[in-house]
Every structure is written in C-alpha cells, then in structure tokens.
Nanobody, 115 residues
Framework: VQLVESGGGLVQAGSSLRLSCAASGSTFSINAMGWYRQAPGKEREFVAL????????NYADSVKGRFIISRDSAKNTMYLQLNSLRPEDTAVYYC?????????WGQGTQVTVSS
C-alpha cells in the first residue's frame, strides 16, 4: 500500500484546510485509515480514524468538533477537513492505513497555523 498526502499549507488561526490521502496498491486489504500528527519537539499523536467497512470514525479529544474525516472509496482517497484551526494544530500530518498485520504511512504534509 502506498499513501500520498496533499493539502497542507500556512493559514491563519480560525481558517480551514482539507488534507487528502490517496492510497494505491493493495487497497482492498485496508481495514482502516486515519491521521496522526507530530509537532516540533513532540511525539506523534493520533488525530482521527475511519474504518473501511462501516465508515465508523474516531477522533482525538483535541480535534473533536473541529476536524472531520471522510473517505471516497471509489477514488481510494481519504480526507481530513480541518476547521477552526488553532496555532497548536501546527504539525506535520501523516496519513496511515491499517492492514491486518501492518501499518503503512505517508510522507507527511505540513500544516502551519499562525496566530
């Protein structure tokens, strides 16, 4: 499975962005996809997840109500809509795909939120 993120950028606080993660390869084997992020000097943290079968979602408390994860199965693409962005959302955002015995990661996309 190969993952390619896009959509990051520099925005002001309160703005919105939409990140995309395009999957290719053995996409039929993906059980769930999601996003992690890593801010400078901090550990990578979970952001959101969506399951392949039911489309069930799960969010970190810090983004609940502001971020929305979705998917377009026909395009093998997952999205993360980032609303009401805050400076503390600044990080490299990584998409991941969970396959039965492995996790695959994208290269990351930078999101920078200025105050």
């Amino acid at each position: 499975v190969q993952l390619v993120e896009s959509g990051g950028g520099l925005v002001q606080a309160g703005s919105s962005l939409r990140l995309s993660c395009a999957a290719s390869g053995s996409t039929f084997s993906i059980n769930a996809m999601g996003w992690y992020r890593q801010a400078p000097g901090k550990e990578r943290e979970f952001v959101a997840l969506i399951t392949s079968a039911e489309g069930s979602t799960n969010y970190a408390d810090s983004v609940k109500g502001r971020f929305i994860i979705s998917r377009d199965s026909a395009k093998n693409t997952m999205y993360l809509q980032l609303n009401s962005l805050r400076p503390e959302d600044t990080a490299v955002y990584y998409c991941f795909a969970h396959v039965e015995l492995d996790d695959y990661w994208g290269q990351g996309t930078q999101v920078t939120v200025s105050s």
